[in-house]
Nanobody
Framework: QAQLVESGGGWVQPGGSLTLSCAAS????????MGWYRQSPEKQRELVAV???????NYADSVKGRFTISRDNAKNTVYLQMSSLRPEDTAVYYC??????????WGQGTQVTVSS
């Protein structure tokens, strides 16, 4: 059974750093585009970053220069390195696996809280 399991969330002070991990299993392979999305109580779920099977990356304007998405195909894991975190980055972060919108999976989410 295909599954995405996120880890690495938590609390951090403004300006701090966190790295999220998402381990994929089952039928989710390296051909999937992998992404991170986030949702806060005030906003709809929004794209944070995506990385294609070929390694192309795209980022939301709000995180460019601060967040880095990467993937390790041997481990079937995608990462989100977050630095210079701001209170407005507080949200539940979800991992996503997408194969041309035909096969789509979501993780359960991990909470990131940025506050002093």
């Amino acid at each position: 059974q295909a599954q995405l399991v996120e880890s690495g969330g938590g609390w951090v002070q403004p300006g701090g750093s966190l790295t999220l991990s998402c381990a994929a299993s089952g039928s989710i392979s390296s051909i999937y585009t992998m992404g991170w999305y986030r949702q806060s109580p005030e906003k709809q779920r929004e794209l944070v970053a995506v990385i294609t099977s070929g390694g192309s990356r795209n980022y939301a304007d709000s995180v460019k220069g601060r967040f880095t998405i990467s993937r390790d195909n041997a481990k079937n894991t995608v990462y989100l390195q977050m630095s210079s975190l701001r209170p407005e980055d507080t949200a539940v972060y979800y991992c996503n696996a997408d194969l041309m919108s035909v096969s789509v999976y979501w993780g359960q989410g991990t909470q990131v809280t940025v506050s002093s």
